[in-house]
């Protein structure tokens, strides 16, 4: 084989990649079943979507026509704001349920209710369930595509996809990084998403937290992770810090005061300077400052939570471009076509 035909094969072979990546996703029920070309895939198709936050006008015409239904059974504002926003630069109209004002306070069925949205025709479902597992139950029984805006402690896909947007841009790599996940792991979604993505790309993953917080089958979830159970042996020499939200209602039940978590967990300046220079500090809000983080590392110059946040918008357009916009994968990039026309 010459250089050139060698070079038209990988080329060949990238681009069917990308066509079976495209045809075989319907749904984004979690990151677990994805392969390492799929997350590759939607970070790369994130990035101009990035690039087109900062753009003055940000709104884009490829989802016209469309409906995006967001179905919020559990408190949510983050996740919620960041979806319809997506859905709205992307020109598509949302429709919105949220558990406060539905009837399912008057006992309606999770199915009876997503029924009730397909009636009314949206073209697909952003789900978030305190079950764990109801996105995949509606995506059984739906024509259309779900995500999976985080369900129970199982998944939160999108926040995985954005944490790894933030890592892969300030580290310029996923491959290999050593991350030490601090908090309470058994009731993460976060951090279940944030395993599964990571260890697909070969992280080293040290987790941290209370015992009462560690789930007993952690190490079957990925083949480089361990427990340490002190904080500053965790974090000494990791590329990126990932705290978790304490989750306040679940302090009391087996008892831990909440300044004996500070004591041994909290994320202080001090801890944060045994990580590599220039470590990354990552939360997946909403932050208890004070409590898990002090807010001097909140505020600092490694911090990345807001940028967190700005990724989550290009994530979730570049997901919903997908999904429910259905492009083939080898289409012209909407927010590239509108960047390159503002030059
Ligand atoms: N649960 C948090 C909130 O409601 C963050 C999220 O929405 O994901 O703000
Ligand atoms: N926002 C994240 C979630 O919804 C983390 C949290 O709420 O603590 O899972």
């Known amino acids: 084989m010459t250089a ?21 996703l319907q749904h984004l029920l979690g990151i677990e079943p994805l392969t390492v070309e799929q997350v590759t895939f939607f970070l790369d198709q994130a990035k101009p979507f990035q690039e087109f936050q900062r753009h003055p006008l940000k709104k884009l015409a490829t989802l016209r026509g469309k409906t995006v239904a ?32 539905s009837s399912l306070k ?39 595509p779900v995500l999976n805006a985080g369900d129970g402690s199982h998944e939160h896909p999108t926040q995985a996809l954005l944490d790894a947007l933030t890592i892969r841009d300030r580290l310029g790599r996923l491959q290999g990084v050593n991350i030490t996940i601090l908090g309470d792991i058994l009731h993460s979604r976060v951090a279940r998403s944030n395993i599964h993505l990571l260890s697909k790309f070969g992280a080293r993953i040290r987790i941290c937290g209370p015992a009462m917080w560690m789930p007993p089958m952690l190490e079957s979830l990925a083949p480089n992770l361990c427990r340490v159970p002190r904080v500053e042996e965790a974090i000494d020499g990791a590329d990126v810090i990932m ?22 967990y909290q994320l202080t300046p001090e801890r944060v300077r045994l990580a590599k220079p220039g470590a990354l500090v990552l939360h997946p809000g909403p932050m208890i400052r004070g409590l898990e983080i002090d807010p001097e590392v909140a505020d600092g ?21 997908h999904l429910i916009g259905g492009a083939p994968a080898d289409a012209p990039h909407p927010a590239k076509e509108r960047l390159n026309a503002a030059d």
């Not at 949510?76 to 319809?84: D, G, L, P, V």
């Not at 705290?243 to 041994?264: C, G, K, N």
């Open 4 to 24: 050139w035909t060698e070079w038209k094969a990988a080329a060949e072979a990238a681009e069917n990649v990308k066509e079976t990546v495209h045809q075989r």
């Open 106 to 144: 008057k006992g309606e069925s999770l199915i009876d209710t997503v029924r009730t949205l397909e009636a009314m025709r949206p073209d697909g479902i952003v789900i978030r369930h305190a079950a764990s597992g109801a996105p995949e139950f509606v995506a059984e029984r739906l024509g259309m």
């Open 70 to 101: 967001l179905a919020f059974f559990e408190a949510s504002t983050r996740t919620r704001i960041s979806f319809a926003t997506a859905a709205a630069r992307l020109g598509a109209d949302t429709m919105n349920l949220q558990a406060e004002s």
């Open 243 to 264: 705290v978790l939200r304490v989750q306040t209602e679940r302090l009391h039940e087996p008892a831990l005061a909440e300044s004996d978590y500070i004591l041994r």
């Open 301 to 321: 110059p490694q911090s990345c939570v807001l940028e967190q946040v700005t990724n989550g918008l290009a994530v979730r357009m570049a997901l919903l471009y």
